[in-house]
Nanobody, 122 residues
Framework: VQLQASGGGLVQPGGSLRLTCATSGFTLDYYAIGWFRQAPGKEREGVSCISSKDGSIYYADSVKGRFTISKDNANVYLQMNSLKPEDTAVYSC??????????????????WGQGTQVTVSS
């Protein structure tokens, strides 16, 4: 199982970025993937996740209406719009080996990819 996040960068408040979690070593349709972020001095927090079987999706309250998660055969995307300075963090994706619903808690994720830095600043 391998994951690699990309697409981060520096963007002004109100701007947009699209993150990509490239996956390999497993069939994406069978497993849940979550996007998480960690700001300096803070714990890792769940941002969004997409489940395997029914494709159910969850968002943190702080990003609802601004972020959209989606996937194709091998990638999971996080479209981030209306970015705010408080969205600044290292974003990473996690793989859950359980073939069930995803969650915004780190406990169900067993493998993490290298993160990508998102900085929202004017």
């Amino acid at each position: 199982v391998q994951l690699q996040a990309s697409g981060g960068g520096l963007v002004q408040p109100g701007g947009s970025l699209r993150l990509t979690c490239a996956t390999s070593g497993f069939t994406l349709d069978y497993y849940a993937i979550g996007w998480f972020r960690q700001a300096p001095g803070k714990e890792r927090e769940g941002v969004s996740c997409i489940s395997s079987k029914d494709g159910s999706i969850y968002y943190a309250d702080s990003v609802k209406g601004r972020f959209t998660i989606s996937k194709d055969n091998a990638n999971v995307y996080l479209q981030m719009n209306s970015l705010k300075p408080e969205d600044t963090a290292v974003y990473s994706c996690g793989f859950s080996g359980g073939r069930g619903a995803c969650a915004l808690s780190t406990v169900i994720y067993s493998t993490w990819g290298q993160g990508t830095q998102v900085t929202v600043s004017s």
